[in-house]
């Protein structure tokens, strides 16, 4: 598997983090990786709800100190999304 889409959030508040993600998923394909980084903590509630919503999928998430790290892969319907 190819290395994930990364989106630097870093220093950024909701809803931006969310809306770079949605802009790179968009027209990604099904499978597709991507990797947020990002500082507020409100992502960690945030893009699970997104991707929910969208049929997408969160692989992993951590926090260490102030450094969020979520993995996002792309489900089937990204192209609508």
Known sequence: MSDPVLVDARRLLCPLPVIRLQSAAKGAAPGTEIEVLA?????????PAWCRVHGH???????????????VRIGPAAGAG
């Open 39 to 47: 500082s507020d903590p409100g992502v960690m509630h945030d893009i």
């Open 57 to 71: 999928v969160v692989v992993d998430q951590s926090r260490e100190d102030r450094l969020i790290r979520i993995r």
